[in-house]
């Protein structure tokens, strides 16, 4: 099949339907009224606003969460838009099917309407990005921006878009670090199409900056700033935000995930085929022949943790796993790889793969040279002691299995954590080449590198 | 036993008897008459002189080989010295009971008289050190030095001797780098006795120069040439040679055998006794005990070496080790130890001491940054392929027994090597927690620590 069999194949399947839409647009006239009579009602000066993938018509069929958001007045001070943003949400769920108060910078009103998740967000009514205050108020710059540029070109946005969730690489949440909805807008009002997009992944890399919004032309000065900040980051792509010149749309995009993007947008214009947005689902694995395949070792660290929401919890899990990564290799057990996540129970898992279980009951200490006060002192501490050059060294006994080894790190405080987690893991399970049920498929594509691996 | 009465029965256990000293001094003068006939018959002008300890009467009882020199005079063109000196030396040991010719800077004749090791060792009979032109020449300086300056310390010297040779720390060896025997004199000379010798163990290494020939006032710019290139070299001492400026009497003297002399002083002064100058023979022990207690493995490579003085195999025994030290540790042994030698049936060995023989199947091979051309092959090339940052990794296979990296290493000249040995080693055999009969004490004494240890 051709490229644009495939990708009107690709389109058919993501594309809502005439009836979605039009169920949609009902229901986002219905919501804007109620937005404005409870606000008459309540006597405050608000305007509705839609943004995010609905707003803009670049949305996924079936996937058409409502994003709505209050803006107040920019006099309005902030503790008042925080008190009334939420009790205008309230009132206008009121009249929905239920709701929840959910915490961002902001807390903010979760409800749902007709099977549809609607989340109803106070902010500023913004015009310009010197006016913008609260972290949401982009938000609303962001859609117009877009309504003004995308020029038809919508489902260029749904192609990229389920490409990069097809691949793995769509996101922008902290425990993802993928491409956010806005960014692939930009990218395909940049470079005019889908194709065009892939075509230019290796030239977008090198170019490094995009400027869409000519910032650097309008705001020299600001736009240098945020380029220069960014790039000591590291970033792997500078997109100066079109509606906000001290921004880097691209900012939480990681290298790992811009390398999927590269590698799968290459062999996608090679080899064309529909597997790239709709993979196959992976069905079971045996990770205990992994490991005898691979002669590598898996040990599971599984604990309870507090209440955390994922993007609190996952790098601080992140951080954990990579604490224990050095802390074990300074005893001298070398991890191959880590991988963290949550059981269906809710307790929390870190898998780390190593390389043995078991170390020597000796090692070699070094110690001071020998002729200082610490040297005589090593002396006589150690029984088998030698020089090599200068310095002393002892055989120094040392515990043997891993089990072993990470419980004595953990009792020592040996090992870097997330702060949440410092106790939690105190009290954690450590299983040696044996995982749970419920994660056996999760250690198999760990195991495999089917998980982070590039190819599957 | 208070210390003094310790070294006075050291003393008359290392103390040459009236009956040897006779048998001694009557072989002396025998050999010197034998030189000057014989001189005169072949129509030489060379004049014997006796050097080493026997010369200056610091040898131990029993320890009496003969170093008797022929000194040709300056005018001699060197060639000329080269044949004489042999055909004098032949000449001479026609006389004697036996004799073989040896090769050092210059050939020599070793012969054997009434029991006596006899070395004929022609060289150039020079005054002073501008005239020293062979390696040999300054040894009749030393004797005359030694015996104009030692003052009846002879006993002293004796006392010194032995206890280095009792903690293991005597002889100039190449493969020793310990303290010659005019190193001890020499300390004798400059700190007054035995005792102030070893009470001076941590001044000297502080003082770091002695001057005893006081070249620093004389011969200013040379002293200080050599102390520069000394330091450089971070030699633990820099005795400036009483009779050669240019030359630091303990440039062969490694930290390792300083730092044994340096605990083994302390501990003698502040417990002395008998044993430190005659350590109790050590008898037996299970090596195989002793890698089950340390959970670490032995492998020992066993081969045939071509016909090579020690003085040549040592060092490339020890270069080749460490060679084997560093390869296998790239490839994720860690080795712990490592011992060389000979066995009695003229092989060469090595043998390391690992904490592994078996290691995981498939390794994490790191990659180029995925955005290079480097980086599309790598994708290309392996299958199991992921990214860390802009990096890329894969998993490789690998060989999984140390004996079959060993033999991989050795046919991949990724060995570092003694010259001599890059050929004989690639025909070696690999034990592995095995050694045959003749090596069971030397692999129990490398891996109870006990051969480099210094605590026995």
Same mark, same amino acid.
């Given at each position: +099949?051709?490229?644009?069999?495939?990708?009107?194949?690709?389109?058919?399947?993501?594309?809502?339907?005439?009836?979605?839409?039009?169920?949609?647009?009902?229901? +986002?006239?219905?919501?804007?009224?109620?937005?404005?009579?409870?606000?008459?009602?309540?006597?405050?000066?608000?305007?509705?606003?839609?943004?995010?993938?609905?707003?803009?018509?670049?949305?996924?069929?079936?996937?058409? @969460? /409502? *994003?709505?958001?209050?803006?107040?007045?920019? %006099?309005?001070?902030?503790?008042?838009?925080?008190?009334?943003?939420?009790?205008?949400?309230?009132?206008?769920?009121?009249?929905?099917?239920?709701?929840?108060?959910?915490?961002?910078?902001?807390?903010?009103?979760?409800?749902?309407?007709?099977?549809?998740?609607?989340?109803?967000?106070?902010?500023?009514?913004?015009? @310009?990005? %010197?006016?913008?205050?609260?972290?949401?108020?982009?938000?609303?710059?962001?859609?117009?921006?877009?309504?003004?540029?995308?020029?038809?070109?919508? @489902?260029?946005?749904?192609?990229?878009?389920?490409?990069?969730?097809?691949?793995?690489?769509?996101?922008?949440?902290?425990?993802?670090?993928?491409?956010?909805?806005?960014?692939?807008?930009?990218?395909?009002?940049?470079?005019?199409?889908?194709?065009?997009?892939?075509?230019?992944?290796?030239?977008?890399?090198?170019? &490094?900056?995009?400027?869409?919004?000519?910032?650097?032309?309008?705001?020299?000065?600001?736009?240098?700033?945020?380029?220069?900040?960014?790039?000591?980051? *590291? $970033? #792997?792509? /500078?997109?100066?935000?079109?509606?906000?010149?001290?921004?880097?749309?691209?900012?939480?995009?990681?290298?790992?995930?811009?390398? %999927?993007?590269?590698?799968?947008?290459?062999?996608?214009?090679?080899?064309?085929?529909?597997?790239?947005?709709?993979?196959?689902?992976?069905?079971?694995?045996?990770?205990?022949?992994?490991?005898? $395949?691979?002669?590598?070792?898996?040990?599971?660290?599984?604990?309870?943790?507090?209440?955390?929401?994922?993007?609190?919890?996952? #790098?601080?899990?992140?951080?954990?796993?990579?604490?224990?990564?050095?802390?074990?290799?300074?005893?001298?057990?070398?991890?191959?790889?880590?991988?963290?996540?949550?059981? &269906?129970?809710?307790?929390?898992?870190?898998?780390?793969?190593? @390389?043995?279980?078991?170390?020597? +009951?000796?090692?070699?200490?070094?110690?001071?040279?020998?002729?200082?006060? $610490?040297?005589?002192?090593?002396?006589?501490?150690?029984? %088998?002691?030698?020089?090599?050059?200068?310095?002393?060294?002892?055989?120094?006994?040392?515990?043997?299995?891993?089990?072993?080894?990470?419980?004595?790190?953990?009792? &020592?405080?040996?090992?870097? +954590?997330? &702060?949440?987690?410092?106790?939690?893991?105190?009290?954690? *399970?450590?299983?040696?080449?044996?995982?749970?049920?419920?994660?056996?498929?999760?250690?198999?594509?760990?195991?495999? $590198?089917?998980?982070?691996?590039?190819?599957?």
């Amino acid at each position: +099949m051709d490229i644009e069999a495939i990708m009107g194949e690709v389109l058919r399947r993501i594309k809502p339907t005439e009836e979605e839409r039009a169920f949609i647009n009902g229901l +986002m006239r219905e919501l804007e009224d109620l937005v404005r009579e409870t606000s008459e009602d309540l006597g405050l000066d608000v305007r509705p606003y839609f943004v995010g993938s609905l707003a803009k018509d670049t949305y996924l069929a079936g996937d058409h @969460d /409502v *994003d709505l958001f209050l803006a107040f007045p920019l %006099r309005t001070p902030l503790k008042k838009l925080r008190e009334k943003g939420l009790e205008l949400g309230r009132a206008i769920a009121e009249e929905l099917d239920s709701y929840e108060i959910a915490y961002a910078e902001h807390p903010y009103v979760r409800a749902s309407y007709k099977g549809v998740k609607v989340d109803l967000v106070p902010c500023y009514d913004v015009k @310009d990005w %010197r006016d913008v205050r609260t972290a949401v108020d982009r938000s609303i710059l962001h859609t117009e921006w877009v309504l003004e540029n995308l020029k038809g070109r919508n @489902d260029e946005v749904r192609l990229l878009k389920r490409f990069l969730k097809g691949i793995g690489a769509y996101g922008s949440e902290i425990y993802v670090r993928g491409f956010s909805g806005y960014l692939a807008e930009i990218l395909v009002i940049k470079y005019g199409s889908f194709l065009e997009v892939l075509r230019n992944a290796d030239f977008m890399l090198r170019q &490094k900056i995009i400027d869409p919004g000519n910032w650097l032309k309008h705001e020299y000065e600001t736009a240098m700033k945020t380029i220069k900040r960014e790039a000591e980051e *590291d $970033r #792997p792509l /500078v997109v100066i935000d079109p509606v906000d010149p001290r921004r880097n749309v691209a900012a939480n995009l990681s290298w790992e995930k811009y390398g %999927r993007f590269y590698f799968k947008a290459q062999e996608f214009l090679q080899n064309p085929s529909a597997g790239f947005f709709f993979p196959t689902e992976f069905i079971g694995g045996d990770y205990l022949a992994e490991l005898r $395949r691979k002669g590598t070792h898996l040990v599971t660290l599984l604990f309870a943790v507090p209440e955390m929401v994922d993007d609190l919890l996952f #790098p601080q899990l992140e951080r954990s796993a990579k604490g224990f990564e050095k802390a074990l290799a300074r005893e001298g057990f070398a991890v191959l790889g880590w991988n963290i996540g949550r059981c &269906k129970s809710g307790k929390a898992f870190i898998m780390l793969e190593v @390389d043995r279980i078991e170390r020597p +009951m000796v090692r070699i200490h070094p110690g001071p040279e020998f002729f200082t006060n $610490r040297g005589w002192d090593f002396y006589q501490k150690n029984e %088998r002691v030698w020089l090599v050059g200068k310095r002393l060294y002892a055989e120094k006994a040392v515990k043997e299995s891993i089990t072993d080894v990470i419980l004595e790190l953990l009792e &020592k405080n040996q090992v870097a +954590m997330g &702060k949440n987690l410092r106790k939690p893991i105190k009290g954690t *399970d450590v299983l040696v080449d044996y995982v749970p049920r419920d994660l056996e498929t999760e250690a198999y594509l760990f195991l495999s $590198r089917k998980k982070e691996g590039l190819k599957n």
